[in-house]
């Protein structure tokens, strides 16, 4: 196992989306395959290659993410709006023991895109409440990611839809809403179908 770990990570480093093999292409849709493990690995080599994956074979993966995000989001508004968002300070404190969180193992499992969810929740637990502030200080904390090179495009539209739905829900709409805004500012690619997303949230498991 480890050293088809080791070719396939070769393969990633030197992958094409417009030229790929046959061979090429298949082992880098079992790489999308393997999870947000794998997908944290791509972004250390660079995020072009992970935005590559997505593009050529991961519409699908990329839209089951965003199901995934979108769901995580509607479960922590509607602790929000069942106990305040106080409630979340746990939640946000120590994501890895939150048993709301890891409900969500995508999400969980990527310490890029949890910490920024948590440093936007935070704001909520600290007080903040004008959604101006809100967009503006996370727009700044996630442009500043950007400028480090391991944030692609599709991780980019995942971390502005968890903004589009915090924002939503410090104006007071309800957590499916809130979530909504966060469905319609993704790319039609990774947009998951506004059914879909209520069939998933109409059956996440009990809190």
């Known amino acids: 196992m480890a050293e088809n770990l080791e070719e396939d990570f070769e393969d990633a480093e030197e992958f094409s989306p417009v030229v790929a093999s046959g061979r090429q292409r298949r082992r880098m849709q079992r790489l999308i395959r393997r999870g947000p493990g794998w997908r944290d690995a791509c972004e250390e080599v660079g995020a072009g290659i ?3 994956l997505l593009a050529v074979f991961g519409s699908d993966r990329s839209q089951e993410l965003a199901l995934e ?17 106080l409630a979340l300070e746990s939640h946000v404190e120590r994501p890895d023991e939150s048993p709301l969180l890891q409900k969500f193992p995508s ?4 310490p890029n895109d949890l910490e920024f ?26 442009a500043g990611r950007m400028t480090t090179g391991k944030i692609g495009e599709s991780q980019n539209h995942r971390l502005r839809a968890i903004i589009e739905s915090t924002v939503a829900h ?18 039609l690619a990774m947009r998951p179908s506004f059914q879909s997303l209520e069939e998933t949230v109409t059956n996440l498991p009990p809190d």
């Open 50 to 52: 992970l935005d590559g």
């Open 69 to 85: 995000y979108l769901s995580a989001l509607y479960s922590i508004f509607k602790l929000a709006k069942t106990k305040g968002d």
């Open 107 to 110: 999400l969980s499992g990527n």
């Open 117 to 142: 969810l948590c440093e936007t929740l935070r704001m909520l637990t600290l007080g903040t409440s004008d959604p101006a502030d809100i967009r503006r200080l996370m727009e700044t904390n996630l």
């Open 170 to 187: 410090t104006l007071g709409y309800a957590p499916q809403v809130s979530i909504e805004f966060g469905r319609c500012s993704l790319p």
